[in-house]
């Protein structure tokens, strides 16, 4: 079946940073993505990739995915205390389900 | 732009006691529409999704329904509310027809079953 992990905890010093991992079962997932959730809130998509790419960079957001591995990062830098959220990754299996599977979400803490 | 919103922002309710959830979206036509369950701050877990008026699936057996009344309307509903039942429910829409189905999430709604 369709599965996403990821890791529960990360915790990094503000300035430094931050990847955030997720593994995926569905080799026929199309499209791959990163949400964030503050504190009793919503998610906000924060990025997407295609499943035919490797690598998508938008301003402090590095986003790497390996297909052949299933896996999928999240590499955000010169990490600041707003960035302190749960972040989820997505899958949006391939076929003609209008679904995504989410990741369990990392909860990623900034030391000041 | 598309809003998506989500009242009431918080409820407290007794257990046995009927709920009604209610999302709409703004500035889109013909939306997919769903409703997730979070628990303890963690974990999304999908409810109900309908791509259409009236068109309803169901992802887990539960006491609670949804319903479309109206094409940018989506609530979700218990006749009799369970302890089980306290979370975090967000509704989310994705454009019909789109290759990416990204989902955009509203605030939520904080339930809590006494």
């Known amino acids: 079946g369709e599965d996403v992990e990821q890791s529960l905890f990360l915790s990094v010093r503000e300035g430094d940073s931050s990847v955030i991992n997720c593994t995926y079962t569905?080799?026929?997932?199309?499209?791959l993505y990163w949400y964030k959730q503050e504190p009793g809130a919503g998610l906000q998509l924060l990025t997407y990739?295609?499943?035919?790419?490797d690598m998508k960079q938008d301003q402090r957001l590095t986003v790497l995915l390996n297909k052949k591995d299933k896996h999928l990062s999240l590499r955000i830098a010169d990490t600041q205390t707003g960035d302190s959220a749960i972040y989820f990754c997505a899958e949006k299996t391939g076929g003609a389900t209008n679904k995504l599977i989410f990741g369990t979400g990392t909860l990623l803490a900034v030391q000041p | 732009s598309q809003t998506i919103h989500q009242w009431p922002a918080t409820l407290v309710q007794p257990v046995g006691s009927p709920l009604s959830l209610e999302c709409t979206v703004e500035g889109t036509s013909n939306p997919n529409l769903y409703w997730y369950r979070q628990a303890a701050g963690r974990g999304l877990q999908l409810l109900f999704y309908s791509v259409g008026i009236g068109q309803i699936s169901s992802e887990v057996p539960q006491n609670l329904s949804a319903s479309r009344p109206q094409d940018r309307q989506f609530i979700l509903s218990s006749k009799k509310l369970l302890l089980s039942d306290s979370g975090f429910y967000l509704c989310?829409?994705?454009?019909?027809?789109?290759?990416?189905?990204?989902?955009?999430f509203g605030p939520g709604t904080r339930l809590t079953v006494l």
């Open positions: 990739i295609f499943s035919n790419m």
């Open positions: 989310a829409w994705t454009p019909s027809g789109g290759a990416r189905n990204e989902q955009f």
């Open positions: 569905d080799s026929s997932s199309t499209y």
